[in-house]
């Protein structure tokens, strides 16, 4: 039993001696590693609380984006049918967005026709309001996108507002109640 004991210990001490670095010049190294991983440990989680605001925040970045682009969208119901010029309702939005949008937020975007032609007229035409809305020699941001408008047709509205306004009651007062029956 004394045997295997002084075996097994003389060769645990051969592992170790032979593992442990033979030179002194590994020393240094060793003792900067440990410092870097001291300071490390003792100023953490500082060096990474940025980039994990940064990665929380970016999804609400697009989505405020998103929302502008949306917002900003002119779509079909801004042109008229025949030559895809601006109708009032499009001459106001363009007007809204180009003078009461905030600046970051003036980018014009235009829904794809069905065709590239009918594309580029109403480009055409959004860049003519712009000219006439904006000082001569700016230029407004417009992007060609093909988000659809989201909403209901303005018929569809009036429509439904006439018929809830129709079943609506008439406004009565309570009738008034005699001296005997507050009596009561």
Request: charged content about 20%; hydrophobic content about 40%; overall charge negative.
């Amino acid at each position: 039993m004394k045997v295997r004991l002084a075996c097994f210990l003389s060769a645990a001490l051969l592992c170790l001696l032979a593992a442990a670095p033979t030179h002194a010049q590994d020393r240094p190294g060793f003792l900067k590693s440990v410092g870097v991983d001291t300071a490390r440990n003792n100023c953490w989680p500082e060096p990474f609380i940025c980039p994990d605001r940064f990665a929380v925040r970016a999804p609400f970045v697009l989505m405020v984006q998103n929302g502008w682009r949306r917002q900003n969208l002119l779509a079909e119901q801004h042109f008229a049918e025949g030559d895809q010029h601006l109708n009032e309702a499009g001459q106001i939005k363009v007007r809204w967005i180009l003078t009461e949008a905030p600046e970051q937020h003036r980018t014009l975007y235009v829904r794809r026709g069905d065709t590239p032609q009918v594309t580029a007229a109403r480009i055409a035409a959004v860049q003519q309001l712009a000219g006439q809305v904006l000082a001569p020699g700016q230029l407004p941001d417009i992007e060609e996108t093909s988000i659809s408008a989201v909403g209901w047709p303005a018929e569809r509205v009036d429509v439904l507002e006439r018929k809830f306004e129709s079943t609506t009651p008439e406004p009565r007062l309570p009738q008034a109640q005699s001296e005997s029956d507050t009596a009561n």
